[in-house]
C-alpha cells in the first residue's frame, strides 16, 4: 500500500513538507512539484528533511525557476509530466499536502 | 465497483481563516450516503477545526462548527486527532469538542469517536487507506 | 487506470490550476483514462467564459475546454462551491434568478456526490490545491 | 485619516475579504475617509453579481456594494486582473467580445495605476490578502 | 515612522510570524488577525516569537476560533475592528506578512 | 499631496507557484510613471523571483523574470535583497540576475542596483518608508 506524497510549497514557507516527511513510511515515494522543488536545493536548510526518502522533483516547475538539475542534493530524480503520471501509478494512493 | 472503500478525510486547516474546513465538511457529509469505509484525521492546523466554544458573531460567518457534533449521526465514528499537533498549539483534549457516537450492536452505548494518535500512530492509520481526500 | 482529479484553485493566482491540466493531458497522453476532472472550491472559477487573458499568456479556460472536447472528459463544477463564487449555467441562473451567466464550454454544474463517485469508481484520486 | 485599501482575495475562499470589509466598515464608523477600495489579484472576483450564497451565509458582494451606496465608496477592480479572471462590465464585454457581463453594483473596472495613485493621496494604504 | 505588523497566518503553518518578528523594531505594533491569532495562545510553540513585542489580537477572530482569552499569553491586548482602524491611525505605515 | 513619497515593494512570495510576483511587477512597472521614490525589497522566498535561467516552456506559463532586467530602465534603481533569505535557501548572489541601471549624472556609468542587506539593515530600510506595498 505504498502512497505518493505530492508536496506543491515552498518548504520555507509552509509546513507542509516536514508534515509530508513524518508520515511517509518505507515504500512511499515523495514527489516536489511547483514551489516544492526548492526543498531539494542542495544548500538549502529544507534539504536536510529530505534525507533518507525516496524524492523526485518536476522537471519542468524546477526549470522554470531557474533550478540546474545540478544544485540538487544526491539522489533526487528529476521527472517529467509522463513520469508524474506513472508515480501516480505506481504507488497505490495520493496525498496532496496541500 | 460495488466493494466498499477505505475513505479518509485528511483535515490540516484552521477553520474560518480560509474555506476549506467547511468545504471539507460538505463532502464529508455527502460522501456520508455512499456507504463507504469512512475516517477522518485532523492534524496540523486542522486540529483547530474541533476547539469548543466557537463563537462567530463578531465576523459574520456561519458557526460550522456544531456540525462536528452530528458525524456521529452520519456513522461516522472514526475521528483521529494528531497528539503532536495539538500538543505544539498549547491544546488538548479539554480543549476540544467531545464527539461521540451511538452503538446499534451495543443497545446504542455511547462511544467515543475521537482517537488521539501519535504522528507514528497516524502514518499506519493512512497507509491503510484505499483514498485519500486532502483538506 | 481510471483516474479522478480534483482542482482546488481557480486560474491564474496559483499554479495549481496549471499543474492539473498538464498532468491530465500527461495521463491521457499515456492512454490512462480520466473518469472525472472535478472543479471545487475556487477551483470552479476555471469554468467561466468570461476571461480573457494577454495575448501572450495561456488561456487556461480554453485549454480546459478544447482538452475536454478532444477526450470527451467528464467536468464537473460543484455546485455549492459555483453558487458561493458566481459560475452559472442556463439552469442555475433561471433556479437563482440571475440575469446572466458565465459557465464555458464542456463544464457542467452539478453536486458533491459526484467528487465522491468519481473516488469510488477510480482507481486513484489526485488532487491539485493550494 | 483617508486610506486606500488592497483586497487580493477572492470571496468565501480567503476571511481576508471579510477582514478587509469590517476594516473599511469599522473606519467609515470611525469618521475616517476611504479614498478608496482597490480589488487586485483574486480580489477582483469579489465584483462579480453572479453569486448565490447560501440563505445561511453572508452575501459578500451585496455587502460591498451596500457599503459603496451608503458611503459613495470608489470600488475599484484591477482590469488586468479581472480580464485574467473574467469580470466583465459593458465596456470590457464589448472590447472583448463576451457576450455576458458579471460586475456588481458599485464597482468599476480600472487600470493598476488607481492603486498607486490611491497611496500616493491616502494617509494610509492596508492590505488584506493571503 | 512607527509600523503596523498585521500578520494573518497561523505560524504553525507559515513563515510569516517569523519574518515579521524579526522586522519589528522598538516602537512598532503587531496585530494578529484571521489565523495568526493562534501565535498568542500561552502554552503554544509560537508564542515565543512574541517575547518582548508589543502584540494585538483581533477579538472577533479569537472568539470564532474558540479561544478564551484567559488562554492568551500576558501582556497581550485584544482589540476589536474599531481598535485595528485605532493601530492603523496610531502607527505611520503598514506591513501586511501576507 | 504633490510631495514625493518613498514607495517599497516588499516582494516575498517564489515566483510562478502563485501569481503575486507577477501582478507586483505589473504594479512597479506602472507606479514607475507616478515619479515617486521607488524601493523594492526581496526577503523570504521573494528572494527567487531573481534566479538567473528561469525557463519556463515547460509550465506553460510566461517568463517574466526578463521583466527585471528592465527595472534601471524605469529608474527603479534601489533593489534590497536579504542576505539571511537567500542563505537559508542555499542561494548566493551569484544564482540572481545582475541587475543594473545607468547613472545619468556619472555619464551613463552603469551600476549595480542590487544591493545586499541583512535582516537588521532591511528592517532599518523598510522603517525609513512611507508606503508599503505586500506582496
Redesign the interface.
Known amino acids: 500500500m505504498a502512497m505518493l506524497h505530492l508536496v506543491n510549497k515552498s518548504p520555507y514557507d509552509a509546513s507542509s513538507l516536514e508534515t509530508a516527511s513524518s508520515i511517509m513510511k518505507g515504500d512511499d515515494a515523495m514527489l516536489l512539484i511547483e514551489d516544492g522543488v526548492y526543498a531539494a536545493v542542495r544548500n538549502g536548510k529544507a534539504a536536510a528533511s529530505l534525507e533518507g526518502l525516496k524524492v523526485s522533483v518536476l522537471g519542468p516547475d524546477l526549470a522554470a525557476r531557474g533550478i540546474g538539475e545540478d544544485k540538487l542534493i544526491d539522489g533526487v530524480t528529476v521527472v517529467d509530466y509522463a513520469g508524474f503520471v506513472d508515480m501516480v501509478e505506481a504507488n497505490d494512493k495520493v496525498q496532496s499536502w496541500l | ?1 460495488s466493494e466498499i ?1 477505505k ?1 479518509m478525510y ?1 483535515n ?9 474546513a467547511w ?1 471539507a465538511l ?2 464529508i457529509l ?2 456520508a ?2 456507504e ?1 469505509d469512512v475516517s477522518l484525521a485532523f ?3 486542522g486540529v ?1 477545526q474541533l ?13 460550522f ?1 456544531p456540525t462536528y457534533s452530528a458525524l456521529g449521526d452520519y456513522e461516522i465514528t472514526k475521528i483521529y486527532v494528531d497528539k503532536e ?1 495539538l500538543e ?4 488538548s483534549l479539554d ?1 476540544l469538542q467531545h464527539l461521540v457516537w451511538e452503538d446499534e450492536d451495543e443497545d446504542w452505548a455511547e462511544k467515543d469517536s475521537i482517537r488521539l494518535v501519535s ?1 507514528t500512530e ?2 499506519d492509520v ?10 | 487506470m481510471k483516474l479522478t482529479i480534483q482542482v482546488n484553485e481557480g486560474p491564474y493566482q496559483h499554479q495549481s490550476a496549471d499543474s492539473a491540466y498538464f498532468f491530465t493531458k500527461a495521463a491521457l497522453e499515456k492512454g490512462h483514462k480520466i473518469y472525472r476532472v472535478f472543479f471545487y472550491h475556487d477551483g470552479v472559477n476555471n469554468g467561466t467564459r468570461l476571461t480573457t487573458p494577454p495575448q501572450d499568456d495561456r488561456n487556461i479556460v480554453n485549454r480546459w475546454s478544447e482538452l475536454a472536447k478532444e477526450h470527451d472528459l467528464d467536468m464537473v463544477v460543484c455546485v455549492a462551491a459555483a453558487q458561493r463564487r458566481g459560475i452559472v449555467d442556463d439552469g442555475e441562473a433561471q433556479r437563482n434568478g440571475k440575469d446572466a451567466t458565465n459557465i464555458a464550454d464542456g463544464f457542467r454544474i452539478s453536486g458533491l456526490g459526484q467528487l465522491v463517485e468519481g473516488a469510488i469508481q477510480s482507481d486513484r484520486l489526485v488532487v491539485f490545491g493550494d
Open positions: 465497483m472503500k475513505f485528511v490540516r486547516k484552521a477553520p474560518y481563516g480560509t474555506i476549506y468545504e460538505e463532502v455527502i460522501g450516503a455512499f463507504q492534524m496540523d492546523d483547530y476547539t469548543k466554544g466557537q463563537d462567530t458573531t463578531g465576523i459574520g460567518m456561519k458557526n462548527s499537533s505544539e498549539r498549547g491544546l480543549d504522528r497516524l502514518a493512512l497507509a491503510e487507506q484505499d483514498v485519500l481526500f486532502n483538506f
